[in-house]
């Protein structure tokens, strides 16, 4: 019937969680129409790629952070920075000059694409860096001959001045290049050693083993070495472009003076063009004159001092205006020489300048910010390791900070030390922020204090004040005995095999399978079955013609005849109360059922464990005598005495299926167990049930907060998990690892399950609002009678019916609930379920106002702005579960089902089909 060992959960999400459950499900709960599917199973695939390009981010961030990705891209921009002036200092030929400029713009390519996948796998790019990581791309291209022949021309000594200038603006722009080092150059060992070095000598004087992220001092010199580089790339940029600098004019005076004895002859100018040929060789420039031509006489000095290199801007080209005609050809290849051996000694001064103030810098950082922190989170670690590591693993954004992670880490500690008072009662913060809220009336904060385990009496209403109570002590058990004597026998051989195979054939699986299962719509033999098909569905019952089939491993824990027998004889121990009854027993249990079918694939709860636990709903409330503990302990009833007032009806119940298994040996459900499970399943039996004592529910939510606050990490990579792609084993690893935290899980499902009216569509929620009340409105009536106080919403004369729904979603379901789903978004539904029940009672409320007789018109409009008010505070206090992008297209169209709903035994859904 269906295998839920973890094979077949790593199948289920192996198959396609996000998108096929999406599909499959949804199209289950609105009919299953073509055009709904194609719409669904379209957002199914939306949802898919959605976590398949959260994938990819994951996949390109590695390899963009890796050390040969950072170190490839280290040399090719130190390739970027020295190639043209290596050309120079290499003289270079001119048929280089190509090859070169094809490179610089495949860098240039490169570069732009590395910054697209930093800005894309990255979520906090930071916005400056990114800025100048841009500037000094574009830089290269100043490099490109053709695209600086515009802005630099070679032959024309006119421009002399634009062109230094822009020579300047190229090579302090190419300075932003630098900007990257601070990032590239932690990929290399030597910065790596240099790194580990200052680590180990701080380690040493803390004589304490570093437990504080300690890459704290490399994201401050990153910061600070960004900063620094922008100044150094601004400062030359300025000074330089500022800079008055003259230009040589000399060989310009010189053509003129020779455009002046240009009549005379080739001898007469001889020892005029020898002088300015020293002249200009000693100037500053260092150029040498290597062809001259005055008019027709031609000077031709490369046979003496070479030719030319090859190298066009080793080349200068100069003549007068007007006629004469004189053009002087100059050599500028030890001027360029000068100039590329300047810049590269630059660029080397300046990484070594950055390299020196981040190694500085991260030691003085470390010394002086890391030891300390250091020494905090070792006392930390030393005194809650589980807090150590949840703060060690959760922030995985690569993007993040150190200081953000500490800025995180006090946060979370500051939220864990809040559940815990100075006395040491957890959950108590709850109830304080609530009795302090300006929306709990006086009425709300008594019924508040007595859900907390306080005493009734301080606020509760007395009718019969100064008057001695006259309950007996015997009065309980008289109740108890009529219901227990009541036989509900069932008519006709229902318990033969056969016949219930039949009646459970007839079990509607898709109604069973969501929130629409409304158990008032059943006979009580109808919903015994339905039971018997829950224990199926979870692998947990069979028939005994094919339990004698199993081998010992895989045999049943119960056989469907013991199991219905024992059904049968939970039903009898129910009593006809308005809430407490039979019909609240299958309700509960159906919701435990949903629970674990929905979030198997997180829980990985075991059949003994799923046993125990749907036992537990099963009896959760047996022999409920319709009356709450706070009631037998203030009436003094036997039960309180006889479990020290001490969740008493709940330890009534355990005791009620132990005893009922004892005396009725052929419905013992346990019958099948060896000892060691035996002893498992009441272990997990008691604590689950006892965990529905109300007094243990703001203690719960509290635990569950810590239990977020703690696992964080591994929650959101849940969450992040692309089960398409197969990350299965993210969903293999389990949540809940401990004995501790199985207990504490299997708890809370029951508690959540046992308090579940209210997060079910609004026409079982509204029938179950109505019970509830009822039976607090006949306890008011006997603690009236008895002239006990009469417990909070208990008064049929005062209580307001929304009034208390609103109450109890607030105080009661909401916080839990919210909790809940944050660990299982698969319940995201029942959140959703619940803001529309608050909705309905919030217009309830608002329509009893506008009835009321007991208030003015203005008074009326006061609380209706009041009631409007709350509610809209209580959707932003939650909107983190009602307004998640990912289940808009959801929440709108589906209210009686849950994302991912599947049978154990139902065949794994697949992927929808693009589109």
């Known amino acids: 019937m269906g295998d839920l060992r973890r094979k077949e959960s790593v199948a289920d999400a192996k198959q396609g969680l996000l998108g096929g459950a999406v599909s499959l499900a949804v199209s289950q709960e609105v009919g299953g129409s073509p055009a709904s599917s194609g719409r669904w199973s379209r ?124 020579i300047i603006t190229s090579r302090a722009g190419r300075v932003t290049r630098l900007v990257r080092l601070v990032r590239f150059v932690r990929a290399l060992k030597i910065f790596m050693m240099i790194r580990r070095y200052f680590a180990r000598k701080v380690e040493s004087d803390t004589t304490e083993k570093s437990m504080a992220p300690s890459s704290i001092g490399s994201h401050l010199a990153d910061k600070i070495s960004t900063l620094v580089a922008f100044l150094v790339m601004v400062t030359m940029m300025v000074v330089m472009l500022l800079q008055t600098n003259e230009v040589d004019r000399a060989p310009q005076a010189y053509i003129e003076t020779l455009q002046m004895r240009a009549g005379e002859s080739k001898e007469e100018l001889s020892p005029l063009v020898e002088t300015l040929r020293t002249f200009i060789r000693q100037g500053d420039a260092e150029m040498e004159v290597k062809i001259l031509k005055v008019e027709d006489k031609l000077w031709d000095f490369t046979p003496e001092v070479g030719s030319f290199n090859g190298r066009e801007k080793d080349r200068l080209v100069l003549s007068g205006d007007g006629s004469p005609v004189v053009t002087m050809e100059l050599d500028l290849s030890k001027q360029n020489k000068q100039e590329a051996l300047y810049d590269m000694l630059l660029g080397i001064c300046v990484i070594l300048e950055l390299c020196i103030f981040v190694a500085v810098l991260h030691r003085n950082t470390t010394r002086i910010l890391v030891a300390p922190l250091e020494r905090i989170f070792n006392t930390i670690q030393k005194n809650a390791s589980q807090i150590m590591s949840a703060l060690e693993t959760e922030n995985e954004d690569a993007d993040a900070t150190e200081i953000s992670t500490i800025e995180a880490a006090i946060n979370k500690m500051s939220k864990l030390v809040a559940h815990v008072t100075a006395s040491g009662t957890q959950g108590q913060h709850v109830v304080k922020d609530y009795l302090q809220d300006v929306h709990t009336t006086d009425d709300t904060k008594a019924w508040l204090h007595e859900m907390a385990g306080g005493s009734a009496h301080g606020n509760a209403t007395e009718p019969n004040r100064g008057r001695k109570s006259t309950v007996g002590a015997g009065w309980l058990d008289k109740v108890t005995q009529k219901h227990m004597e009541k036989a509900m026998s069932l008519s006709g051989d229902r318990q033969k095999a056969p016949k219930l195979l039949v009646d459970m054939a007839d079990v509607d699986l898709d109604r069973l399978n969501s929130w629409d299962f409304d158990v008032y719509d059943y006979t009580t033999e109808e919903l015994m079955t339905s039971i018997c098909v829950m224990f199926e569905q979870l692998e947990l019952a069979e028939f005994k013609e094919e339990a004698s089939k199993r081998d010992d491993e895989s045999k049943p824990l119960v056989t469907m005849d013991i199991l219905y027998q024992f059904i049968d004889k939970v039903r009898e121990r129910y009593n006809d109360v308005p809430y407490h009854n039979f019909f609240h027993c299958v309700d509960v249990t159906h919701a435990t059922y949903r629970f674990i079918m929905l979030t198997i694939h997180k829980t990985h709860m075991t059949r003994v464990e799923r046993f125990a636990l749907v036992v537990a709903a099963l009896c959760h409330d047996l022999d409920h005598p319709g009356l709450n503990n706070a009631f037998l302990v203030n009436s003094r009833s036997e039960l309180a005495r006889l479990y020290n007032d001490n969740s008493v009806l709940e330890n009534r119940h355990v005791s009620c299926l132990y005893t009922l298994v004892a005396e009725h040996p052929e419905a013992d459900v346990f019958q099948l167990l060896d000892e060691a499970t035996w002893k498992e399943v009441r272990k997990i039996a008691i604590g689950a049930i006892l965990h529905t004592d109300m007094q243990h529910h703001f203690a719960m939510v509290s635990k569950v907060d810590v239990f977020y606050e703690l696992h964080a990490s591994a929650i959101n990579v849940y969450g992040r998990a692309d089960s398409v792609e197969g990350d299965y084993e993210v969903f293999q690893s389990g949540l809940f690892k401990t004995t501790e935290d199985r207990l504490f899980m299997i708890s809370m499902l029951l508690h959540c399950a046992d308090i579940s009216n209210a997060v079910k569509p609004l026409k079982i929620s509204e029938r179950w609002a109505t019970n509830v009340l009822n039976e607090f409105f006949a306890q008011g009536d006997l603690e009236q009678e008895r002239g006990l106080p009469i417990s909070p919403m208990c008064n049929r004369d005062t209580t307001s019916r929304p009034q208390s729904q609103i109450n109890f979603i607030e105080f009661i379901v909401a916080p839990l609930y919210f909790q809940v789903v944050r660990i299982f978004p698969e319940l995201r539904l029942s959140m959703i379920n619940l803001r529309d029940n608050r909705r309905y009672w919030d217009e309830q409320h608002l329509k009893s106002i506008n009835e009321s007789t007991e208030m003015s018109s203005s008074e009326r409009e006061e609380e209706k702005k009041k009631a409007q008010q709350r509610f809209s505070a209580f959707v932003q206090k939650y909107k983190e579960a009602f307004d998640d992008q990912r289940w808009s297209a959801v929440r709108s169209s589906v209210r009686s089902g849950i994302l991912g709903q599947r049978t154990p035994n139902s065949t794994p859904p697949k992927p929808p089909e693009p589109g």
Do not use: C
């Open 43 to 166: 957002l199914g695939s939306l949802l898919a790629s959605v976590g398949l390009n959260e994938k990819r981010k994951v996949k390109l961030r590695k390899i963009m952070d890796s050390t040969a990705m950072q170190t490839s891209m280290l040399v090719l921009l130190v390739y970027v920075l020295f190639v043209t002036d290596i050309a120079a200092l290499a003289a270079a030929p001119h048929s280089t000059v190509s090859p070169i400029d094809a490179s610089l713009l495949a860098s240039v390519v490169l570069f732009g694409l590395e910054m697209v996948a930093n800005a894309w796998v990255q979520q906090k790019r930071d916005a400056f860096y990114l800025t100048l990581e841009l500037i000094g791309t574009l830089s290269i291209l100043l490099e490109v001959s053709w695209v600086s022949a515009g802005l630099i021309p070679s032959n024309d000594y006119k421009t002399a001045n634009v062109s230094r200038t822009a």
